[in-house]
C-alpha cells in the first residue's frame, strides 16, 4: 500500500505530487512486485489518483472525521 501522500502547501500546483504518485507507484513496484497496490484517500482527491490508474473500490466512509474511499491499483506488471 501507499501512505499518506502529502506536498507542502508553499510547493503545491507544480506538478510535485503527480511527479510524488509516479514514483511512489514505481518504487512499490520495483520493490516488491505487487499484483495491487492499496490506498485510502480522501475521498475529495480520488480524480487526483485516478489520474495515476488508481480506482475506488469502496463506498465513502469517515475516517477522523474526514470522507475516504478505499482504491485500487491494479495495473502492476507480473
Given at each position: 500500500s501507499?501512505?499518506r501522500?502529502v ?12 511527479t510524488l ?7 512499490v513496484r520495483?520493490?516488491?512486485n505487487?499484483?495491487?497496490?492499496h490506498?485510502?484517500?480522501q475521498?475529495?482527491?480520488a ?6 490508474g488508481?480506482e475506488i473500490?469502496?463506498d465513502?466512509?469517515l475516517?477522523?472525521?474526514i470522507p475516504?474511499?478505499d482504491?485500487l491499483?491494479t495495473?502492476?506488471e507480473k
Amino acid at each position: 500500500s501507499i501512505g499518506r501522500v502529502v506536498i507542502r502547501p508553499d510547493k503545491r500546483g507544480i506538478g510535485l505530487a503527480h511527479t510524488l504518485m509516479e514514483y511512489s507507484v514505481q518504487t512499490v513496484r520495483e520493490n516488491w512486485n505487487p499484483d495491487k497496490i492499496h490506498l485510502q484517500a480522501q475521498s475529495h482527491l480520488a480524480k487526483f489518483y485516478n489520474k495515476h490508474g488508481i480506482e475506488i473500490i469502496s463506498d465513502v466512509y469517515l475516517e477522523d472525521e474526514i470522507p475516504h474511499v478505499d482504491m485500487l491499483f491494479t495495473q502492476c506488471e507480473k
